[in-house]
């Protein structure tokens, strides 16, 4: 949701992820499973939960299940990387074996893993049945090995939902597939695919990923003028930021990286945007950082680009240890239920506003 490469990073599983994990969970109540096998990242850990605990079974980890090693893209908006690095982004999605950059895991070692992986799973359940839980990039390069899908040809083979099934048999070491990215258990609400359109064929392509620029008085002047027309005096914060779509100016971030002395900060009127617009207040923080505004532009509302712009402040402070981010939001304001939304909870008042905190620690 926060549309950030998340390859090895350790990240946390945040808005529809507990509904969709579940959802799973009712899945599979009443099949029959041998084992459970996951990734060592924390998001395929999390989910594994779903299967492993209602059928008593230990969760085995393995690290050849892991997603892709995205290297110096690890934790970086998919906006700032497709417009600073189109053909390496074009690459990723349609020829991924072409795809190179500093630090990244090339295509056939990601296949090499993850066949062996699966097939030494399989040899050691001859007759049973074991669940086994990886990610969208690695799952689709394994499939496409599967299926004799070149790289160049990788669309044939599409990305699947989250938390979606696979069904695979294996008979003397051969694999065949009775079906793939199976999502049946989501609802349309639950569903993270039924509200995006990156992976979808468009007929043209529709650009939703935001990207990033430190905010510029003179060049971001009119989406300033607009937020403050809006929103009147906002907080005042130590670093801002400006969010694009490619060349056009859309959304305004403001973070406060300073730990709090002491003392409640201002709290100014929250109004609608994109369900979160306008945070800021205090209580004594040592590794706290604090969300003082976020800004979408009006006819852009309602289609997830807040929840990217929250996604862009988690990365800020988690790159400066901070362990907690915090906020006040307005008693009776939208922006109250988008914060509960994505993880935040109330932990005490502030003026006439709530003060609420999210846990943005990065898994061990």
């Known amino acids: 949701m926060f549309r950030r490469a998340h390859g090895q990073f350790n990240g946390q599983i945040i808005g529809r992820g507990p509904m969709q994990i579940e959802r799973?969970?009712?899945?599979?109540?009443?099949?029959?499973?041998d084992a459970?096998?996951?990734?060592?990242?924390?998001?395929?850990?999390?989910?594994?939960?779903?299967?492993?605990?209602?059928?008593?079974?230990?969760?085995?980890?393995?690290?050849?299940?892991?997603?892709?090693?995205?290297?110096?893209?690890?934790?970086?908006a998919w906006g700032d990387m497709e417009y600073n690095e189109p053909e390496m982004s074009w690459y990723f999605s349609n020829d991924p074996a072409k795809w190179h950059i500093g630090g990244s895991e090339d295509y056939a070692d990601v296949r090499k893993r993850?066949?062996?992986c699966i097939s030494d799973i399989a040899a050691s359940h001859d007759g049973g049945s074991a669940a086994v839980f990886s990610h969208g990039f690695a799952i689709r390069i394994f499939l496409c090995s599967l299926l004799g899908v070149e790289s160049h040809e990788i669309s044939k083979v599409p990305y699947c939902d989250n938390t979606a099934v696979t069904l695979l048999h294996c008979e003397n070491g051969e694999f065949s597939i009775e079906y793939r990215g199976d999502n049946s258990h989501l609802s349309h609400e639950l569903?993270?695919?039924?509200?995006?359109t990156w992976w979808r064929k468009e007929s043209e392509y529709v650009r939703e990923n935001l990207r990033y620029m430190q905010f510029d008085e003179v060049r971001d002047a009119t989406i300033e003028a607009q937020c403050r027309d809006e929103l009147g005096e906002r907080?005042?914060?130590g670093e801002a930021y400006t969010a694009f779509l490619s060349e056009e100016p859309v959304g305004l971030l403001g973070v406060d990286y300073d730990a709090v002395s002491g003392g409640d900060r201002d709290v100014s009127s929250s109004r609608d945007s994109d369900n979160c617009n306008d945070c800021g207040g205090g209580r004594d923080s040592v590794e706290a950082g604090w969300l003082g505004y976020i800004y979408i532009k009006p006819e852009l509302r309602r289609r997830n680009y807040g929840v990217q712009l929250l996604g862009q402040s988690v990365a800020l402070f988690r790159r400066l240890g901070r362990e907690v981010m915090r906020c006040v939001v307005d008693r009776d304001a939208p922006a109250y239920d988008f914060c509960l939304k994505y993880g935040f909870s109330v932990v005490g008042e502030s003026g006439a506003g709530r003060l609420m905190e999210k846990n943005i620690k990065n898994w061990e």
Request: some cysteine.
């Open 36 to 76: 459970v096998y996951s990734s060592d990242l924390a998001r395929t850990c999390v989910t594994a939960e779903a299967i492993y605990k209602q059928h008593s079974l230990p969760l085995n980890t393995d690290a050849r299940l892991c997603e892709v090693n995205m290297g110096v893209w690890e934790d970086v």
């Open 235 to 237: 907080y005042q914060v």
């Open 24 to 33: 799973l969970r009712k899945r599979f109540e009443n099949e029959k499973i």
């Open 191 to 196: 569903s993270t695919f039924a509200h995006q």
């Open 114 to 116: 993850m066949t062996a």
